[in-house]
């Protein structure tokens, strides 16, 4: 009888093992999937970037390239109207009122999200004209709005 007992118990003890076993090859399985899961979902996203940066790319490159052109120095004299026409493709040069950067918007508006911070003096090239704001392009062909008030010719 006592046999029999220990001969139980050792089936007992091999069955908990083989489940144990079963269960620990299974977790390993849930868990490499999950891994195989999220790297997928990563390499999905870097692809959707890269894509959306490519067609960006390909929109900015529509716009012309900054060309460099004669300052026009304008005195006190001249209107402070100019026609958005005669502003084609001249140069403007970043001047910040507090001293440390140009903000550079993503609509024309103060309340419209900065896309950029400019230091003062960069050159950047008038594309088009919406009231106070004038929508140039910078650092090789990035658009945004910048107010009239902070740029120079």
Same mark, same amino acid.
């Not at 050792?10 to 999950?34: C, E, N, P």
């Not at 999220?38 to 716009?63: G, P, W």
């Not at 918007?105 to 960069?122: A, C, H, Q, Y």
């Given at each position: 009888?006592?046999?029999?007992?220990?001969?139980?118990?050792?089936? =007992?003890?091999? /069955? $908990?093992?083989?489940?144990?076993?079963?269960?620990?090859?299974?977790?390993?399985?849930?868990?490499?999937?999950?891994?195989?899961?999220?790297?997928?979902?990563?390499?999905?996203?870097?692809?959707?970037?890269?894509?959306?940066?490519?067609?960006?790319?390909?929109?900015?490159?529509?716009?012309?390239?900054?060309?460099?052109? %004669?300052?026009?120095?304008? #005195?006190? #004299?001249?209107?402070?109207?100019? #026609?958005?026409? !005669?502003?084609?493709?001249?140069?403007?040069?970043?001047?910040?009122?507090?001293?440390? !950067?140009?903000?550079?918007?993503?609509?024309? /508006? %103060?309340? &419209? %999200? =900065?896309?950029?911070?400019?230091?003062? /003096?960069? &050159?950047?090239?008038?594309? &088009?004209?919406? /009231?106070?704001? *004038?929508?140039?392009?910078?650092?090789?062909?990035?658009?945004? *709005? $910048?107010?009239? &008030?902070?740029?120079? %010719?």
């Amino acid at each position: 009888m006592r046999k029999k007992n220990h001969n139980i118990v050792v089936k =007992i003890i091999f /069955g $908990i093992i083989a489940v144990l076993i079963l269960l620990t090859v299974g977790y390993s399985h849930v868990v490499a999937t999950q891994h195989k899961t999220i790297k997928l979902r990563r390499e999905q996203q870097e692809r959707m970037r890269r894509e959306q940066e490519i067609q960006n790319m390909q929109s900015m490159a529509s716009i012309k390239s900054v060309q460099p052109q %004669k300052l026009q120095i304008r #005195n006190n #004299n001249q209107s402070d109207t100019e #026609n958005p026409q !005669s502003l084609k493709d001249a140069l403007f040069v970043t001047r910040s009122t507090n001293k440390t !950067s140009v903000n550079v918007r993503e609509t024309p /508006g %103060k309340d &419209s %999200k =900065i896309v950029k911070k400019l230091p003062n /003096g960069v &050159s950047v090239k008038f594309i &088009s004209k919406e /009231g106070n704001w *004038y929508l140039v392009s910078y650092e090789g062909g990035t658009a945004g *709005y $910048i107010h009239k &008030s902070q740029l120079t %010719k």
